[in-house]
């Protein structure tokens, strides 16, 4: 089992949609875990990140971690073409950064 | 947020030659900085790690001859693919963070794309 899953998709919404997005992780030493957007041929830009179970507010985006059942969302309000990318979920721990990733969902928001 | 230039941002080079590709932090200091690769629709899979003034620590599964590491300075470390074949073409990522305790952030670069042909 990888440590981090994530259903690659494709998945696409009208715009306006709220958007979900989820990954499952198996590596209970993860302290913190982050979610990033990948436009295509580019690298990945942080969106979000949490410490702990609960939720997370930035602007339309809210992130959601269930540290019990090993579940992390994202979700996207009044998505919008722009959000079109591929959102990587990612689990870290320590302070030196070692991040690991999904395999990444791509979206498409269709005008 | 803070910057990371990589350079080149693709490169197309003739099987068994050397590629370098540099990762510079641009306004701030970079104790420690990552390398990824990347193929086609799949996730970003951590090579090494690279802390300023030492050796890199490689990944399992990781050439550590073939990938060679440099992380001479706060702001640039490098990552030659020596005697590239096909099979290393793909999409090499960097990023760095300060390491700073409270900073956990990490930013990345843009990305190389690397062609062997």
């Known amino acids: 089992q990888k440590e981090v899953e994530q259903d690659p998709g494709p998945l696409s919404v009208p715009e306006g949609a709220i958007v979900s997005l989820n990954c499952t992780y198996s590596?209970?030493?993860?302290?913190?875990f982050m979610w990033y957007r990948q436009y295509s041929r580019k690298g990945p830009e942080l969106l979000m990140y949490?410490?702990?179970?609960g939720n997370k507010e930035d602007g339309r985006f809210t992130a959601q971690v269930d540290k019990s059942s090993k579940y992390i969302s994202l979700f996207i309000r009044d998505s919008q073409p722009s959000d079109s990318a591929t959102y990587l979920c990612?689990?870290?721990?320590?302070?030196?950064?070692?991040?690991?990733f999904g395999k990444g969902t791509l979206l498409t928001v269709n005008p | 947020g803070a910057v990371v230039s990589q350079h080149p941002s693709w490169v197309i080079c003739k099987s068994g030659t050397s590629v370098k590709i540099e990762c510079r932090s641009l306004?701030?200091?970079?104790?420690?900085m990552f390398w990824y690769r990347q193929f086609p629709k799949q996730s970003l899979m951590l090579m090494a790690t690279?802390?300023?003034?030492?050796?890199?620590?490689?990944e399992q599964g990781v050439e550590k001859d073939k990938f060679l590491i440099n992380h001479a300075s706060l702001t640039l470390s490098t990552l030659t693919v020596t005697s590239a074949h096909p099979e290393d073409s793909s999409f090499y990522i960097c990023?760095?963070?300060?390491?700073?305790?409270?900073?956990?952030?990490?930013?990345f670069g843009q990305g190389t794309r690397l062609t062997v042909v």
């Open positions: 990023s760095a963070t300060t390491g700073r305790t409270m900073n956990t952030e990490a930013f």
């Open positions: 590596n209970s030493a993860f302290q913190y």
């Open positions: 949490t410490y702990s179970s």
């Open positions: 990612a689990g870290g721990r320590g302070s030196n950064y070692k991040l690991t």
């Open positions: 306004d701030f200091q970079a104790t420690t």
């Open positions: 690279s802390n300023e003034g030492s050796k890199a620590t490689y």
